[in-house]
């Protein structure tokens, strides 16, 4: 049985397996596909999809989302969370293919404090191909690490910012980049009185013989634009001004941002996670 407590925690998990804006060659909003909120008390949804078409530029033949959260039986622990989005027999222009897409994110809020701790088991790519060429893949599930000691945020936890600076490095160094991508990637990290954001990757680096370049997790292929590989946004807000705890902290992951021009144009995201939560007081 959990020990008792006078705290109260609001759950907030969403997960969905595509959305965007089609312009070219049709035009056509993408509204979240097989889409599933977390109720604030928490509980369990599932919602699950089929042999999904978009004329013959977007489809997959399964998909489904599921959210949950929970108060954590095991002994000092707080309340758990969980969102996940799996998507099969994806193809996207028959340019980029994939056996199998899957976005993981579980939280763990503590009993006492308010950081989180994140896991991202579970979430990969299997057989990601472009122009039917293998995508090889340095996958980094733990780029956001263990949780700070102290309630501190997960900013000046050991580590995490040397690894996101490291990979940015690696971008920014990139010779030829692409304006868009270094526009994006060459900002610090965003902070004020109330908030925090910084954006980076579970990947490191793509490989392959595919056409176009990688830079970093970010992918050009020439008359089809460009791919963002399980791009991570972690926002931390309302800081107390006392101790420099944020009272909330955001994870947002997607694992296709997907750029399209020339042949198609708009963008589209697949596999879209966001997990956060707030306890009180």
């Known amino acids: 049985m959990a020990e008792e407590t006078t705290r109260k925690h609001y759950h907030h998990a969403e997960a969905k397996v595509l959305s965007g804006n089609l312009v070219l060659p049709v035009i056509q909003e993408i509204k979240p596909l097989v889409y599933a909120k977390l109720p604030e008390e928490g509980g369990y949804l599932s919602n699950r999809t089929s042999d999904y078409r978009l004329e013959s530029v977007i489809s997959f033949r399964s998909a489904y989302t599921q959210v949950a959260g929970n108060r954590d039986v095991k002994p000092g622990h707080g309340w758990t969370t969980l969102a996940t989005s799996v998507i099969e027999g994806l193809n996207v222009l028959d340019v980029v293919t994939a056996d199998r897409v899957v976005a993981q994110v579980a939280a763990d809020h503590p009993l006492v404090g308010y950081v989180p701790s994140f896991t991202f088991l579970g979430t990969r790519f299997e057989n990601l191909r472009i122009a039917g060429h293998p995508v090889k893949l340095d996958l980094d599930l733990n780029v956001l690490g263990a949780k700070p000691d102290n309630d501190a945020p997960h900013t000046r936890g050991a580590g995490f910012m040397e690894r ?7 971008i920014r160094e990139q010779p ?27 990947v490191n680096q793509a490989e392959g013989s595919y056409p176009g370049r ?16 399980a791009t991570l946004q972690v926002e931390q ?6 101790t420099d705890t944020p009272r909330q902290t955001t994870v947002s992951l997607t694992m296709l941002d997907l750029r399209m021009g020339c042949i198609v144009g708009g963008h589209a995201s697949v596999g879209a996670l966001i997990v956060n939560g707030r306890t009180r007081p």
Do not use: M, T
């Not at 996101?164 to 690696?170: D, K």
């Open 214 to 229: 990688s830079f970093g997790h970010v992918i050009d292929v020439p008359h089809f634009g460009r791919i963002y590989l």
């Open 164 to 170: 996101v600076f490291r990979q940015l490095g690696f």
């Open 237 to 242: 807000s309302d800081f107390e001004p006392d």
């Open 176 to 202: 030829d980049l692409p304006v868009e991508v270094a526009e994006r990637y060459n900002q610090l990290p965003s902070r004020s009185a109330r908030q925090e954001s910084i954006e980076c990757s579970l």
